[in-house]
């Protein structure tokens, strides 16, 4: 399967800092990538839709200036956590889809969490 | 909007039990529907999906999954488990039809012991 590559897997920032996460298609182009947070027994929950040459779709909840998404190119998208607080601390997940169609499938990466201090 | 509920959390079987895991969706319209497998320490990685025609699938690792329309269900079922089995187990739901985003259920977690 297509393979999806995030970075860093983990990240200890100090409260009020930002943080960088990027998410990258390694062999095939993603046209849609999103993102989720993911808190401990919790399940995914979709925090942005993030569209290549556009700008995001956030999620009900999810506050955009907290939260910034670039999707600058096919292959690379980027979550930064701007100011961030205790309360941000989670394990942030994306996912791509291809260019071939809604054929559904998505493809994760591994994940990245994040602790604020 | 969609959403999906699966009702085990936490799931104990020993080795050659049979598996049975309950997934519901709730939408209007025409939906796909997948399970996603997530092992320890790895990727969340596709098991198996529906998009149309035999309700009945069949996935990778002897999993399979019946789509009832009629009760909003897309449970999985593996006749004999193994101790590699053991993961964490997502249904999530899509609309049909251009770029849907994908509505994940809260887990299940499988623990097969040897």
């Known amino acids: 399967g297509a393979v999806v590559s995030q970075h860093p897997s983990r990240v200890i920032c100090k409260s009020g800092t930002s943080v960088k996460i990027e998410c990258r298609s390694l062999?095939?182009?993603?046209?849609?990538m999103f993102w989720y947070r993911q808190f401990p027994k919790q399940s995914l929950m979709l925090m942005a839709t993030s569209n290549e040459g556009s700008k995001a779709t956030y999620e009900q909840g999810v506050e955009k200036d907290k939260f910034l998404i670039n999707h600058a190119s096919l292959t690379l998208s980027t979550l930064t956590v701007t100011s961030a607080h205790p309360e941000d601390s989670s394990f942030y997940i994306c996912?791509?889809?291809?260019?071939?169609?809604?054929?559904?499938?998505?493809?994760f990466g591994e994940g990245s969490r994040l602790t604020v201090l | 909007a969609q959403s999906v509920s699966q009702h085990n959390h936490h799931v104990i079987l020993s080795e050659a039990a049979s598996l049975e895991l309950g997934c519901n969706y709730s939408y209007g319209g025409t939906v796909n529907l997948f399970w996603y497998v997530q092992y320890p320490g790895q990727h969340l990685q596709l098991l198996l999906k529906?998009?149309?025609?035999?309700?009945l699938v069949k996935g990778i690792k002897g999993f399979e999954a019946e789509f009832i329309k009629s009760k909003f269900s897309f449970n999985l079922r593996k006749p004999s488990v193994q101790w590699s089995d053991t993961a964490e187990y997502f249904c999530?739901?899509?609309?049909?039809?251009?770029?849907?985003?994908?509505?994940f259920g809260t887990g299940t977690k499988l623990q097969v012991i040897p």
């Open positions: 062999d095939f182009q993603a046209t849609t």
């Open positions: 996912s791509a889809r291809g260019l071939a169609g809604n054929t559904g499938e998505l493809f």
């Open positions: 999530a739901v899509t609309a049909s039809g251009g770029y849907q985003k994908v509505t």
């Open positions: 529906y998009f149309s025609g035999d309700p």
